[in-house]
């Protein structure tokens, strides 16, 4: 039920970021929430270490590390094709901003120069693990625990680490964290800016 649920919101801020400027016709979110659904969760991958001397943060799959920022196409070439695509045109940028959907997390680009770079890394569900070990399910004080003193939004329910121009960022409901993302500060800057 909680893989159901965080599965439905994902898609739908994801879908409504990337049609926030009307530019998007297509709107596949209940097709897109059945498969998130559908798709077995894949392997946990293994935690990598905590950011040293402002190195990125990173999520490590199949032996790759995916760094928010970076081009995709190198990331296509190691972990392989996505079970989902879905594209829409960028509000915030010249070009397609496109979501790719793997087993247990999923990845937003975002076009700069002609290249598809990777804006924000998502882990939906338990199947996955962020910097520290920290997973889909875990109390607060788990998370801070494996990571360490974060720092936390006004409103107490999101935990957040910067390091190397990647923001990592645990979000809880009820003290239970149900999304983990790694994100590009700046092209975030930038894509809040354009809104």
């Known amino acids: 039920m909680l893989r159901r649920i965080i599965a439905v919101l994902i898609v ?7 049609s926030a400027c009307g530019g998007g016709d297509a709107h596949p979110t209940a097709e897109l929430v059945a ?12 935690a990598t270490p905590a950011a040293e001397a402002n190195r990125p943060y990173a999520f490590r799959h199949a032996g790759f590390e995916l760094v928010a920022g970076t081009a995709m196409s190198e990331a296509l070439e190691r972990i392989g094709e996505p079970t989902k695509l879905f594209e829409a045109p960028s509000c ?6 496109r979501i790719y959907y793997y087993p247990s ?3 937003t ?3 700069e120069g ?5 804006l924000a890394i998502t882990l939906i569900d338990d199947g996955a693990r962020a910097e520290g070990g920290a997973e889909i399910g875990m109390t607060a004080a788990e998370v801070e625990a494996r990571c360490g003193e974060g720092e936390w ?9 910067d390091s190397g121009g990647v923001r990592l960022a645990f979000l809880f409901e009820d003290g239970i964290l149900v999304d983990a993302t790694y994100s590009c500060i700046e092209a975030m800057r930038i ?5």
């Open 12 to 18: 739908l801020i994801v879908a409504v970021w990337l």
């Open 114 to 118: 002609g290249v598809d770079k990777i």
């Open 105 to 107: 997390f999923l990845i």
């Open 92 to 97: 915030a940028f010249e070009g397609v901003d």
């Open 153 to 161: 939004n006004e409103y107490g329910n999101q935990l957040s680490y």
């Open 109 to 111: 680009t975002y076009p």
């Open 35 to 46: 498969e998130a659904e559908a798709t077995p969760a894949v392997e946990a991958s293994e």
């Open 191 to 195: 894509a809040g800016a354009a809104r």
